[in-house]
């Protein structure tokens, strides 16, 4: 790699840092690349990326950006978890973390918001944009939907009630 291929790779890292809800950073040794594809794929249908990096070039993309914290836990062979969705990342890594043991969580951020390896597990926890969207369209579609009801229930009554009266007559 010559240096404007790392220089372009310190400013792509450097973007990533900064427009990331959430950067979780994990040691991937002994993963096949079978494995890592399918990390990358769980990634890509969450809204995320895997990103792998020198730990070197990342130290200093990581210079003055909010998550710039992470850089304690830059060694070894890591790998970058990133999203937009401050929780998505730290989802699909948590999950996949359980199932394959050679993926090892460290840590991470969320801004300025340093996460220990319990504090990326805490956020995975969390609800993401998409429920939380959901959960609030149902709260204001509730109210709505009760006062259909209340409008209707008189006039369902009242049929019922001719109903049984005009059963009653004949």
């Known amino acids: 790699m010559d240096r404007a291929q790392?220089?372009?790779l310190v400013e792509d890292l450097g973007q990533?840092?900064?427009s990331s809800g959430v950067v979780v950073v994990a040691h991937y040794e002994g993963m096949t690349v079978a494995e890592m594809q399918d990390l990358r794929a769980q990634m890509r249908e969450a809204?995320?990326?895997?990103?792998?990096a020198k730990n070197k070039l990342a130290k200093i993309a990581l210079e003055g950006k909010p998550c710039a914290s992470i850089a304690e836990y830059l060694s070894g062979m890591t790998v970058?978890?990133?999203s937009e969705d401050p929780v998505?990342?730290?989802?699909?890594?948590?999950?996949y973390a359980k199932g394959n043991?050679?993926?090892?969580?460290?840590g991470g951020a969320m801004g300025d918001t340093a996460l220990d390896p319990a504090g990326v597990k805490s956020v995975a926890g969390?609800?993401?944009r998409e429920e939380l969207i959901a959960s609030i369209v149902g709260c204001i579609g509730a109210p709505a939907s009760n006062i259909a009801g209340a409008i209707g229930a008189?006039?369902?009554n009242i049929a019922s009630t001719l109903s049984t009266i005009e059963e009653k007559a004949a």
């Open 6 to 8: 790392k220089e372009q």
């Open 16 to 18: 990533i840092f900064e």
């Open 47 to 52: 809204g995320g990326s895997v990103r792998v």
């Open 80 to 82: 970058l978890a990133y």
């Open 88 to 95: 998505a990342a730290a989802k699909v890594v948590d999950k």
């Open 101 to 106: 043991d050679k993926l090892v969580v460290l």
């Open 126 to 128: 969390m609800p993401s």
């Open 154 to 156: 008189p006039a369902s």
